[in-house]
Protein backbone atom coordinates (compact mmCIF):
# COMPACT_ATOMS: atom_id res chain seq x y z
CA UNK A 1 0.00 0.00 0.00
CA UNK A 2 2.88 2.47 0.75
CA UNK A 3 4.14 2.00 -2.66
CA UNK A 4 1.20 2.50 -4.23
CA UNK A 5 0.39 5.80 -2.20
CA UNK A 6 4.15 6.81 -3.32
CA UNK A 7 4.03 6.58 -6.63
CA UNK A 8 0.48 8.48 -6.66
CA UNK A 9 2.52 12.25 -6.87
CA UNK A 10 4.56 10.48 -9.50
CA UNK A 11 2.08 10.10 -11.45
CA UNK A 12 0.12 13.26 -10.94
CA UNK A 13 3.39 15.27 -11.53
CA UNK A 14 4.06 12.94 -14.59
CA UNK A 15 -0.10 13.34 -15.97
CA UNK A 16 0.19 17.33 -15.54
CA UNK A 17 3.60 18.00 -17.02
CA UNK A 18 4.64 19.95 -19.99
CA UNK A 19 6.17 16.51 -21.13
CA UNK A 20 3.11 14.75 -20.81
CA UNK A 21 1.05 17.13 -22.72
CA UNK A 22 3.30 16.91 -25.79
CA UNK A 23 3.79 13.63 -25.83
CA UNK A 24 -0.11 13.42 -25.76
CA UNK A 25 -0.05 16.64 -28.41
CA UNK A 26 2.39 14.48 -30.76
CA UNK A 27 0.39 11.11 -30.44
CA UNK A 28 -2.72 12.92 -31.82
CA UNK A 29 -0.75 14.86 -34.17
CA UNK A 30 0.38 11.34 -36.00
CA UNK A 31 -2.94 9.57 -35.86
CA UNK A 32 -4.54 12.78 -37.56
CA UNK A 33 -1.79 12.38 -40.00
CA UNK A 34 -2.38 8.68 -40.42
CA UNK A 35 -6.43 9.41 -40.92
CA UNK A 36 -5.38 12.57 -43.44
CA UNK A 37 -3.29 10.01 -45.61
CA UNK A 38 -5.67 7.33 -46.10
CA UNK A 39 -8.43 9.96 -46.49
CA UNK A 40 -6.22 11.59 -49.39
CA UNK A 41 -5.60 8.34 -50.98
CA UNK A 42 -9.08 7.57 -50.78
CA UNK A 43 -9.96 11.06 -52.76
CA UNK A 44 -6.84 10.25 -55.07
CA UNK A 45 -8.39 6.90 -56.44
CA UNK A 46 -11.89 7.95 -56.16
CA UNK A 47 -10.43 11.18 -58.17
CA UNK A 48 -8.59 8.50 -61.00
CA UNK A 49 -11.93 6.59 -61.48
CA UNK A 50 -13.80 9.47 -62.50
CA UNK A 51 -11.14 10.63 -64.70
CA UNK A 52 -11.47 6.66 -66.01
CA UNK A 53 -14.73 7.42 -67.28
CA UNK A 54 -14.63 10.84 -67.87
CA UNK A 55 -12.14 9.43 -70.52
CA UNK A 56 -14.29 6.78 -72.07
CA UNK A 57 -17.57 8.63 -72.01
CA UNK A 58 -15.48 11.30 -74.12
CA UNK A 59 -13.63 8.61 -76.27
CA UNK A 60 -16.89 6.88 -76.84
CA UNK A 61 -19.04 10.14 -77.48
CA UNK A 62 -16.73 10.98 -80.24
CA UNK A 63 -15.92 7.92 -81.65
CA UNK A 64 -19.50 7.01 -82.74
CA UNK A 65 -21.29 9.64 -83.95
CA UNK A 66 -24.28 9.91 -86.49
CA UNK A 67 -23.27 9.98 -89.98
CA UNK A 68 -22.64 13.58 -92.01
CA UNK A 69 -23.40 15.04 -88.18
CA UNK A 70 -19.91 15.50 -86.76
CA UNK A 71 -16.12 14.18 -87.72
CA UNK A 72 -15.80 10.99 -85.68
CA UNK A 73 -12.39 10.27 -83.78
CA UNK A 74 -9.63 8.57 -86.41
CA UNK A 75 -10.09 4.86 -86.17
CA UNK A 76 -6.53 4.69 -84.65
CA UNK A 77 -6.69 7.14 -82.23
CA UNK A 78 -9.55 5.61 -80.45
CA UNK A 79 -7.67 2.41 -80.52
CA UNK A 80 -4.62 4.29 -79.18
CA UNK A 81 -7.11 5.61 -75.96
CA UNK A 82 -8.88 2.74 -75.71
CA UNK A 83 -5.99 0.62 -75.26
CA UNK A 84 -4.72 3.10 -72.72
CA UNK A 85 -7.99 2.51 -70.85
CA UNK A 86 -7.89 -0.74 -70.84
CA UNK A 87 -4.12 -0.91 -69.81
CA UNK A 88 -5.06 0.74 -66.41
CA UNK A 89 -8.13 -0.75 -65.61
CA UNK A 90 -5.61 -3.84 -65.58
CA UNK A 91 -3.51 -2.06 -62.82
CA UNK A 92 -3.99 -2.66 -59.17
CA UNK A 93 -7.05 -2.09 -57.47
CA UNK A 94 -8.55 -3.92 -60.92
CA UNK A 95 -11.74 -2.72 -60.98
CA UNK A 96 -13.94 -5.49 -62.90
CA UNK A 97 -17.13 -3.01 -63.39
CA UNK A 98 -14.39 -0.87 -65.84
CA UNK A 99 -12.85 -3.94 -67.27
CA UNK A 100 -15.59 -5.19 -68.16
CA UNK A 101 -16.83 -2.00 -70.16
CA UNK A 102 -13.63 -1.73 -72.02
CA UNK A 103 -13.64 -5.08 -73.47
CA UNK A 104 -16.80 -4.83 -74.83
CA UNK A 105 -15.94 -1.41 -76.21
CA UNK A 106 -12.94 -2.76 -77.78
CA UNK A 107 -14.67 -5.41 -79.36
CA UNK A 108 -17.19 -3.33 -81.09
CA UNK A 109 -14.43 -1.33 -82.15
CA UNK A 110 -12.54 -4.64 -83.28
CA UNK A 111 -15.34 -5.47 -85.99
CA UNK A 112 -15.74 -2.17 -86.97
CA UNK A 113 -13.48 -1.69 -91.00
CA UNK A 114 -10.24 0.13 -90.36
CA UNK A 115 -11.22 1.39 -94.34
CA UNK A 116 -14.25 2.87 -93.43
CA UNK A 117 -13.26 4.74 -90.77
CA UNK A 118 -11.98 8.26 -91.22
CA UNK A 119 -8.09 8.92 -90.83
CA UNK A 120 -7.82 12.64 -90.66
CA UNK A 121 -10.68 14.95 -89.74
CA UNK A 122 -10.27 18.37 -87.28
CA UNK A 123 -11.81 18.27 -84.08
CA UNK A 124 -13.23 21.60 -82.41
CA UNK A 125 -12.60 20.97 -79.00
CA UNK A 126 -14.19 24.02 -76.38
CA UNK A 127 -13.45 21.71 -72.82
CA UNK A 128 -10.72 22.87 -71.43
CA UNK A 129 -10.80 18.96 -69.96
CA UNK A 130 -10.93 17.65 -73.13
CA UNK A 131 -8.10 19.81 -75.21
CA UNK A 132 -6.02 18.50 -72.53
CA UNK A 133 -6.98 14.97 -72.67
CA UNK A 134 -5.76 15.87 -76.82
CA UNK A 135 -2.46 17.15 -75.54
CA UNK A 136 -1.94 14.12 -73.88
CA UNK A 137 -2.64 11.77 -76.77
CA UNK A 138 -0.52 13.79 -78.95
CA UNK A 139 2.47 12.91 -76.68
CA UNK A 140 0.97 8.99 -76.37
CA UNK A 141 0.88 8.57 -80.12
CA UNK A 142 4.29 9.80 -80.96
CA UNK A 143 5.34 6.43 -81.95
CA UNK A 144 1.60 5.33 -83.65
CA UNK A 145 3.86 1.94 -84.79
CA UNK A 146 4.49 0.88 -81.46
CA UNK A 147 0.86 2.07 -80.26
CA UNK A 148 -0.76 0.36 -83.05
CA UNK A 149 1.25 -2.96 -82.15
CA UNK A 150 -0.05 -3.05 -78.29
CA UNK A 151 -3.57 -2.53 -79.47
CA UNK A 152 -3.33 -5.27 -81.89
CA UNK A 153 -1.82 -7.84 -79.39
CA UNK A 154 -4.50 -6.55 -76.71
CA UNK A 155 -7.38 -7.15 -79.15
CA UNK A 156 -5.70 -10.69 -79.53
CA UNK A 157 -5.56 -11.77 -76.02
CA UNK A 158 -8.95 -10.15 -75.03
CA UNK A 159 -10.57 -12.03 -78.10
CA UNK A 160 -9.00 -15.70 -77.82
CA UNK A 161 -9.58 -15.50 -73.96
CA UNK A 162 -12.86 -14.99 -74.75
CA UNK A 163 -13.17 -17.73 -77.18
CA UNK A 164 -11.18 -20.06 -74.82
CA UNK A 165 -13.77 -19.06 -71.43
CA UNK A 166 -16.42 -20.03 -73.93
CA UNK A 167 -15.22 -23.02 -75.24
CA UNK A 168 -14.42 -24.72 -71.92
CA UNK A 169 -17.59 -23.69 -70.71
CA UNK A 170 -19.45 -25.54 -73.39
CA UNK A 171 -17.17 -28.36 -72.21
CA UNK A 172 -18.22 -28.02 -68.61
CA UNK A 173 -15.02 -26.67 -67.47
CA UNK A 174 -14.43 -24.00 -64.87
CA UNK A 175 -11.89 -20.97 -66.04
CA UNK A 176 -9.79 -18.95 -64.35
CA UNK A 177 -6.36 -16.74 -64.56
CA UNK A 178 -5.96 -13.58 -66.39
CA UNK A 179 -3.73 -12.32 -68.84
CA UNK A 180 -2.54 -14.37 -71.07
CA UNK A 181 -2.56 -17.44 -69.14
CA UNK A 182 -5.71 -19.33 -68.31
CA UNK A 183 -6.30 -22.32 -66.49
CA UNK A 184 -9.33 -24.68 -67.69
CA UNK A 185 -10.18 -27.41 -65.26
CA UNK A 186 -12.08 -30.41 -64.95
CA UNK A 187 -12.44 -31.85 -61.49
CA UNK A 188 -9.80 -30.65 -60.12
CA UNK A 189 -7.47 -31.32 -62.84
CA UNK A 190 -6.03 -28.55 -65.50
CA UNK A 191 -5.22 -27.57 -68.64
CA UNK A 192 -2.71 -24.68 -68.74
CA UNK A 193 -3.72 -22.49 -71.55
CA UNK A 194 -0.85 -20.13 -72.97
CA UNK A 195 -2.19 -17.28 -75.32
CA UNK A 196 0.64 -16.03 -77.33
CA UNK A 197 0.06 -13.09 -79.51
CA UNK A 198 2.49 -12.94 -82.79
CA UNK A 199 2.16 -9.93 -85.45
CA UNK A 200 4.80 -12.75 -87.27
CA UNK A 201 4.48 -16.55 -87.48
CA UNK A 202 6.49 -18.01 -84.33
CA UNK A 203 9.93 -19.78 -85.60
CA UNK A 204 9.16 -23.46 -84.26
CA UNK A 205 12.49 -23.21 -81.73
CA UNK A 206 11.22 -20.30 -80.02
CA UNK A 207 7.65 -22.35 -79.82
CA UNK A 208 9.34 -25.45 -78.38
CA UNK A 209 11.16 -23.15 -76.09
CA UNK A 210 8.29 -21.64 -75.05
CA UNK A 211 6.43 -24.72 -74.30
CA UNK A 212 9.61 -26.62 -72.70
CA UNK A 213 9.63 -23.97 -69.84
CA UNK A 214 5.80 -24.01 -69.40
CA UNK A 215 6.50 -28.05 -68.68
CA UNK A 216 9.45 -27.24 -66.49
CA UNK A 217 7.20 -24.88 -64.64
CA UNK A 218 4.45 -27.25 -64.01
CA UNK A 219 6.58 -30.06 -62.84
CA UNK A 220 8.06 -27.38 -60.28
CA UNK A 221 5.09 -27.52 -58.41
CA UNK A 222 1.93 -27.80 -60.57
CA UNK A 223 0.91 -31.55 -60.57
CA UNK A 224 -2.70 -31.17 -60.85
CA UNK A 225 -1.82 -29.70 -64.93
CA UNK A 226 -2.21 -32.70 -66.66
CA UNK A 227 -1.96 -30.81 -70.46
CA UNK A 228 -0.49 -27.63 -72.19
CA UNK A 229 -2.87 -26.00 -74.91
CA UNK A 230 -1.12 -22.95 -76.46
CA UNK A 231 -3.50 -20.23 -78.56
CA UNK A 232 -1.20 -18.31 -81.30
CA UNK A 233 -1.88 -17.04 -85.01
CA UNK A 234 0.79 -19.43 -86.06
CA UNK A 235 -0.29 -20.95 -89.67
CA UNK A 236 -1.47 -24.53 -90.00
CA UNK A 237 2.35 -25.86 -91.22
CA UNK A 238 4.12 -23.90 -88.88
CA UNK A 239 2.21 -25.93 -86.27
CA UNK A 240 2.28 -29.28 -87.95
CA UNK A 241 6.43 -28.43 -87.74
CA UNK A 242 6.25 -27.81 -83.85
CA UNK A 243 4.05 -31.06 -83.24
CA UNK A 244 6.47 -33.17 -85.52
CA UNK A 245 9.46 -31.73 -84.02
CA UNK A 246 7.40 -32.27 -80.15
CA UNK A 247 6.57 -35.41 -80.43
CA UNK A 248 4.78 -35.60 -77.36
CA UNK A 249 1.39 -36.30 -75.61
CA UNK A 250 -0.43 -34.03 -73.53
CA UNK A 251 0.20 -30.47 -75.54
CA UNK A 252 -1.86 -29.04 -77.86
CA UNK A 253 -1.10 -26.18 -80.25
CA UNK A 254 -4.14 -23.86 -82.25
CA UNK A 255 -3.73 -21.16 -84.41
CA UNK A 256 -6.87 -18.97 -83.68
CA UNK A 257 -6.76 -15.88 -85.77
CA UNK A 258 -11.05 -15.36 -85.00
CA UNK A 259 -14.29 -16.75 -84.49
CA UNK A 260 -14.20 -19.18 -87.78
CA UNK A 261 -11.01 -20.78 -85.84
CA UNK A 262 -13.55 -21.67 -81.97
CA UNK A 263 -13.94 -25.36 -83.72
CA UNK A 264 -10.12 -26.22 -83.51
CA UNK A 265 -10.16 -24.62 -80.20
CA UNK A 266 -13.02 -26.74 -78.22
CA UNK A 267 -11.56 -29.75 -80.30
CA UNK A 268 -8.19 -29.36 -78.90
CA UNK A 269 -9.83 -28.91 -75.09
CA UNK A 270 -11.93 -31.87 -75.27
CA UNK A 271 -8.24 -33.99 -76.98
CA UNK A 272 -7.05 -32.51 -73.37
CA UNK A 273 -10.26 -32.85 -71.08
CA UNK A 274 -9.20 -35.34 -68.79
CA UNK A 275 -11.16 -38.93 -69.16
CA UNK A 276 -14.19 -39.30 -66.59
CA UNK A 277 -13.56 -41.58 -63.38
CA UNK A 278 -15.29 -44.82 -63.36
Known sequence: MTSVLAAEPFW????????FGGLMALTAALIAARIATQQLRHTKSQQ????????????????????????ALPHHVTFAMLTQLAERAQQPPADRLQQSSIKSILAMFE?????TAPQQGTIEVSDPAAAALLDDLRTTLSNDEELRERAEQLRYLESARTAVEREAAALGADVSGQNATVAVSWRGREVLVQIRYAREPIPTLTLLQAVDRLQRDVAAGHTTIGGILVVTALSRPA?????????????????WTGSPDDRLLHEALQRLRPAPTP
Open 48 to 71: ANERWWTTLTWVYDRAVVEKDKRV
Open 239 to 255: IDAFLAARNSTGIEVVA
Open 12 to 19: QRFLTSAG
Open 111 to 115: ATDDG
